[in-house]
């Protein structure tokens, strides 16, 4: 199975800042990876799929990058909206691997 | 507008079995695969496996073979997972969510707590 490895594990920031959370999957997964943004109690929403394309109605203010085993979501002036936890997931074969997951969290 | 719609929280005791339903609606039901994802509390995403719900072919993760299985009826666009042999650490919520690889939509989520 393709392990995924998300850094860190716990982010603390303030509302502006830029930040990046990384993700590096243990063999080449190509582009097939997307980044989800969730909220306690809530279902996971999909951001970025295929490493880079953005999710129709998410703000531009998240991008994806980067291919193979490295991967990185940015987002670029965080909103209050945006503290929640983020997952990136591997979709290049079965199973569909996440990671653990990045809980952003108000400085 | 697509939905996926689960069925209500499940209280089980070890060792019995559960089957969480995921009606879908506002697209072709057979056009997109669908998938399962748990999330045991306060942890991470696990995916558990698919279905193909045009032929009804499933992929599941090394975790669940044995213990899962995905069904579809699809002359009411409706899918199910069914976990048996439960154990307490298989209490989680159980999502459904639709798509080939990455998932844009999902289910509200389905309670299972395990428990004697």
């Known amino acids: 199975d393709i392990q995924m490895t998300q850094s860190p594990s716990t982010l603390s920031a303030s509302a502006g800042d830029r930040v990046t959370i990384t993700c590096r999957a243990s063999q080449n997964i190509n582009n097939w990876l997307a980044w989800y943004q969730q909220k306690p109690g809530k279902a996971p929403k999909l951001l970025i799929y295929e490493a880079s394309i953005l999710e129709s109605g998410v703000p531009s203010r998240f991008s994806g990058s980067g291919s193979g085993t490295e991967f990185a979501l940015t987002i670029s002036s965080l909103q209050p909206d945006d503290f929640a936890t983020y997952y990136c997931?591997?979709?290049?074969?079965?199973?569909?691997?996440f990671g653990l997951g990045t809980k952003l969290e108000i400085k | 507008q697509v939905q996926l719609v689960q069925s209500g929280a499940e209280v089980k005791r070890p060792g019995a079995s559960v089957r969480v339903s995921c009606r879908a609606s506002g697209y072709t039901f057979t056009d997109y695969y669908l998938h399962w994802v748990r999330q045991a509390p306060g942890q991470g995403l696990e995916w558990m496996g698919r279905?193909?719900?045009?032929?009804?072919?499933?992929n599941a993760a090394q975790n669940f073979q044995g213990r899962v299985t995905m069904t579809r009826d699809t002359s009411i666009s409706t899918a199910y997972m069914e976990l048996t042999r439960l154990k307490s650490d298989d209490t989680a919520v159980y999502f459904c969510a639709r798509g080939f690889g990455y998932n844009a939509y999902w289910g509200q989520g389905t309670l299972v707590t395990v428990s004697s």
């Open positions: 279905i193909n719900p045009s032929s009804g072919g499933t």
């Open positions: 997931q591997h979709y290049n074969d079965y199973p569909y691997t």
